[in-house]
């Protein structure tokens, strides 16, 4: 009786330890996710950004285009080919060094995703599932399963949870 009292009170530590595992890897997650959401958020306030600086440059090229028409009259082409030149250079440098941060803070977050997901998959890695809950009873679970005898008639007699029939069926994808 209190070899099945320690077994018992063995799984309950198992199961305990378990849950912290699981509890730590939903703190870890979640914390990984709000520093996610911050870079993200980082992210979109430079596309609003860039989003007001277009409207402005748009605005530009309009007002430039109808400065260009009022002064067409007195210009020749060559004159407004080169005033058409500097109003783009000077529009387009705040977009492409707008574009550049954008760029650099996408490769960086990138660069965090991977180490993180490697990271996880090393943890995950190291997490390793038992063979089995009590050892040598898979053999017996899977041998009275086969010859039909019933999952409450297994846990019975191996004095194991119903449970525990259904976990070592299903790791040997039988059940």
Partial sequence: MNLVNLEFFTMEYVVVAMAAVILYLLYYVYTKDSEYHKNIHSVATVVEELNRDIFYLKKKVV??????????????????????????????????????????????????????????????????????????????????????VSLDTISKELHISKPEVEFVLKINKIK
């Fill in 63 to 148: 007002d430039t285009q109808n400065g260009l028409k009022s002064n067409s009259q007195r210009m020749n082409d060559e004159e407004i080919y080169q005033e058409i030149e500097r109003s783009v250079y000077d529009m387009v440098q705040p977009l492409s060094q707008s574009l550049k941060r954008v760029q650099e803070s996408l490769q960086a977050i990138d660069v965090q995703i991977d180490n993180r997901i490697s990271s996880l998959e090393n943890g995950v890695k190291q997490i390793s599932i038992p063979a089995s809950v009590h050892g040598n009873d898979d053999q017996k679970i899977i041998s009275l399963y086969k010859q039909g």
